[in-house]
């Protein structure tokens, strides 16, 4: 699918990767992993991540103030993505 993205974890930042572009930020230094996709709605991400010490939660990310921040036109960039998977092993051009 080309219209997919991909959320992964690498140490203390969370990297989002869409056509091309590697989007990364700051996260909790206990999280292990992002295990699962819940939903996806235009930027707006739950999520089933497992932090250290604690049993898998659920989490909530908001793209559109991160990507706002790094002047982006959130509405442009996040409408073509219908599909948001996780990949810890292959990378963007792979699997999408």
Known sequence: MQNCAILRSNKNYTIFEFNGHTIRF????????YTKIVEWDKGYLVVIAKYQ??????D??????????LYYNAD????????VRIDYATGYQKYC
């Open 76 to 83: 442009e960039f996040l409408k073509p993505i219908e599909e």
């Open 26 to 33: 700051r996260t909790s230094s206990r999280l292990e992993k």
């Open 60 to 69: 909530y990310i908001d793209l559109i103030p991160i990507l706002d921040h």
């Open 53 to 58: 010490n604690l049993e898998e939660v659920e």
